[in-house]
């Protein structure tokens, strides 16, 4: 599995995290299941090669269409590759996909839209334009011309909302909505709603999911000497709190999550 991050231009770096692609020449069938876990972005999914199966439950799933844009999610779910895996995404800020959209990202928060769907006939273009390029390379130059135009065209303000994301991000999901709101000149609950109307989720969720990250993170760089000691260091002061919300995210208790064989889940986290 080949997986490489590609860097946005400056002038989308407020909107794109990144670019990422993931490759392979293998024909596997099947592949195994991967969780995939809250990271607080939205994803813009252009699948180049075969397709995947999202699971709906333990037996049921339907078929993923080959371009699209993944809301919001609260709780994680499974996907399967169904053969050769070529994949290249762009990873948005939290709040990133609101400059190009003329609707609330709320709308389909644990869902996805194709492009059509979001936008229509040029939707349809971009799929068309971003499947017939050579590579990846060539996809990022055709996305960032499509996604410049967009954010000319709707000028949205999103200013106060990017900057509670970027507190919320700095203070790992610590500082309070209350401050934020006394920092913007705002009512507390004016800021809720435009917040989860541009995030998809609201920013006492979008905070749990900055710091389940986090634990990953640690977690995965082995940064600590247990499970008491990641809670504390990922700012949970109640194991039991810790353990609840690793369940709500993963289905997997901490124990649980080294002993699942996570291949794909290392490419879907909220840290860089």
């Known amino acids: 599995m080949k997986y490489e991050v590609y860097t946005p231009s400056p002038a989308l770096s407020k909107q794109v995290r990144k670019y990422w692609s993931l490759d ?52 994680y779910f499974e996907l399967q590759a169904l053969g050769k895996i070529s ?6 800020h939290p709040a990133g996909l609101q400059p190009f959209i003329d609707f609330d990202v709320d709308s389909f928060t644990g869902n996805l839209l194709t492009m059509s769907e979001v936008w229509g006939k040029d939707g349809e273009q971009l799929e068309t334009d971003m499947l017939s390029c050579s590579d990846h390379h060539e996809r990022i130059i055709v996305l960032e ?6 954010r000319q065209a709707l000028k949205i303000d999103n200013a106060p909302v990017e900057y509670c994301v970027d507190a919320m991000e700095k203070s790992i999901g610590a500082i309070s909505i209350d401050r934020l709101a006394d920092e913007l000149e705002i009512g507390k609950r004016q800021l809720e709603r435009r917040f989860t109307a541009a995030v998809g989720i609201s920013p006492k969720l979008l905070a749990r999911v900055i710091r389940f990250q986090n634990i990953l993170q640690l977690i995965e760089n082995k940064e600590f000497k247990s499970f008491t000691t990641v809670a504390y260091e990922g700012g949970f002061y109640d194991q039991a709190h810790f353990i609840k919300d690793f369940k709500d995210f993963t289905g997997l208790n901490p124990k649980q999550y080294f002993s699942e064989n996570l291949e794909m889940v290392k490419h879907f986290s909220f840290t860089d």
Request: aromatic share 12%.
């Open 87 to 92: 994949v290249f995404s762009a990873r948005l």
């Open 145 to 150: 011309k499509f996604l410049l135009s967009k």
């Open 24 to 75: 392979n020449t293998d024909n596997e069938d099947p592949h195994e299941r991967e969780r995939i876990f809250p990271d607080g972005c939205i994803e813009l999914i252009f699948n180049c090669s075969d397709k995947f199966k999202k699971f709906d439950n333990d037996v049921d799933f339907h078929i993923q269409p080959p371009c699209f844009v993944h809301g919001q999610l609260k709780t």
